[in-house]
Structure formats: C-alpha cells, structure tokens
C-alpha cells in the first residue's frame, strides 16, 4: 500500500483524498494546508519537513507553484513526488535541481498533462512549423483568483458584474510570476 501525503486542501486536494482514500492500494497519512485545521489533522505548511515526510511514500502537490520551489528538495529527500503545479519547471534552475535530486536519491518526479486541453496538439504544430498564430482565452470565475494590483482591482469588480465577463489580460504572451507570501497569492504580469 502506497502511504499518500497532499499538500493543498482546496477543492482539487479534497476531492484527491477522498478519491485515493477508495482506492485499495493508497493511504492518505498526511495532509498540509496554508490554512492549518488541528482537529482535522490537517498540518500547516512550515510542516513539511523530514519527520512529517519519512512514514509517505509519495507526496501529491495541488496548492501552489511556489510550494514546488520550497519544498521539493525536503520532499525528494524523503519520498516520491507528484507535481500538481507543473508551471513551476519554466523556471529552469528549479527544473535542474529537482532533476539532479530525484536521480541522486532515486526518486520518481510525476508531472500530469493535460490541464491545458489540445497543449500537446498545439505544441506538436509549433515543432512542425505549421503554426502560424494562436489565441488563448482562459474563463474562469472571479473567486478562482488571489491577485493584486493592478489585476486585483479589475478582478474585485468582475465578482460584481454577474451577467459580463471582465478581460483580466489581453496581448502578447506574458509571463505570470508567482509568488507566496503571508499566506497571500498573488501574481505579477510581466511582459516577455
């Protein structure tokens, strides 16, 4: 039996322990949340460390790039290591690392595909050149985002326009950076 611990207790990470916990071969030992919940058991994140990491044998991440960044080198030193938030490996010096660690320690880095539906599709165009242009256009409720400024504003106001949808980022490609502080996400676009 696989011995489970998830980091993110959201919709995803509840519906992710339910389901591994009907299965016969998984056990959910563990759970971390930026919001700790003790008499749930649910562990804050500051805990992922050794001690809370060497009775699993895999951890399942589903809460936040940047959860990644922290803590992957505690967690491969530990056990094996499913990647919820894969955009976390555009950052090359972390793709590396995470890299070097799983192959010094034997470790088994799962990535899923697949949340951008038609990405491999798309991809496989670019590489035969046959992509000419692409759009992109993302719909998601209001309430699905942590931002701030100058997105938040915009964002705050979409949560009160019920019947019209808000542009939140409209142009070139951008990159979103991410980060993790005081318990806030929040996100910054940055222009490539």
């Known amino acids: 039996m696989k011995r489970v611990g998830v980091i993110g207790y959201g919709h995803l990470g509840q519906f992710l322990v339910t389901e591994l ?15 700790a ?6 562990l804050p994140l500051e805990q992922i460390v050794e001690d809370t990491l060497n009775d699993i044998d895999l951890v399942v991440e589903v809460a936040h790039p940047v959860i ?7 967690i491969l030193d530990s056990c094996d290591l499913f990647i919820g938030s894969p955009t976390c490996l555009a950052d090359s010096v972390l793709l590396d690392s995470i890299r070097s ?3 010094k320690k ?6 899923p595909a697949g949340a951008f539906w038609g990405g491999n599709d798309i991809q496989k165009m670019a590489d035969q050149g046959t992509l000419k242009a692409l759009t ?5 409720h209001p ?13 705050e106001a979409a949560k009160l326009e019920k019947d019209k949808a808000t542009v939140l980022y409209e142009g070139g490609a951008c990159v979103i950076i991410f ?14």
């Open 21 to 35: 916990n009907r299965l016969d071969n998984f056990e959910v030992v563990r759970i971390w949340n930026r919001t």
């Open 37 to 42: 919940d003790e008499a749930n058991d649910i």
């Open 68 to 74: 990644i960044r922290q803590y992957a080198d505690v």
């Open 101 to 103: 660690i799983a192959l």
């Open 106 to 111: 034997g470790r088994r880095v799962l990535v």
């Open 136 to 140: 992109i256009t993302m719909t998601k």
């Open 143 to 155: 309430s699905s985002f942590k931002l701030e400024s100058p997105l938040k504003e915009l964002n």
């Open 179 to 192: 980060t993790y502080s005081s318990f806030r996400d929040y996100c910054i676009l940055k222009q490539d």
